[in-house]
C-alpha cells in the first residue's frame, strides 16, 4: 500500500501562486504515476495534471500554461506549481499514486488539501 501526504495549500488572491507537495511512503516502488486531481462543491472530481514514471505529463486544458507538474524520485515527492489562479481553481486538491500490481493498477488517494483563490 502506499501513503500519501498533501501540502502547500491555502488561500491566495486571483493571479497569484502556490505550489501543492505530495509525498508517498509504503510501497512506493510499485507506482506507476501519480496526479493531482480536484473537487470544487456539487462538483465531480476531475483530473488537473499527471505525470508518469517515464516523466510524461499530461493536462486538463483548464491548467494548460498555468500549471506545472513535476516530481522528485528520490523523495518520492511529486509537486504541483500553480501560477495565474483564477477563482474557479478554488477546489479541494487530491493528490493519486497508480501501483503496477501484476496485471493490475491501483490507486491510492491522499486525504485532500484546499486550495481557495479570492476574487
Known amino acids: 500500500q502506499v501513503q500519501l501526504v498533501e501540502s502547500g495549500g491555502g488561500l491566495v488572491q486571483a493571479g497569484g501562486s502556490l505550489r501543492l507537495s505530495c509525498a508517498a511512503s509504503?510501497?512506493?516502488?510499485?507506482?506507476?504515476?501519480m496526479g493531482w486531481y480536484r473537487q470544487a462543491p456539487g462538483k465531480q472530481r476531475e483530473l488537473v495534471a499527471s505525470?508518469?514514471?517515464?516523466?510524461?505529463?499530461n493536462y486538463a486544458d483548464s491548467v494548460k500554461g498555468r500549471f506545472t507538474i513535476s516530481r522528485d524520485n528520490r523523495k518520492n515527492t511529486v509537486y504541483l506549481q500553480m501560477n495565474s489562479l483564477k477563482p474557479e481553481d478554488t477546489a479541494v486538491y487530491y493528490c493519486?499514486?497508480?501501483?503496477?500490481?501484476?496485471?493490475?493498477?491501483?490507486?491510492?488517494w491522499g486525504q485532500g488539501t484546499q486550495v481557495t483563490v479570492s476574487s
Open positions: 505525470i508518469s514514471s517515464g516523466g510524461t505529463t
Open positions: 493519486k499514486s497508480d501501483r503496477q500490481i501484476y496485471a493490475a493498477v491501483i490507486g491510492d
Open positions: 509504503g510501497s512506493t516502488f510499485s507506482i506507476v504515476a
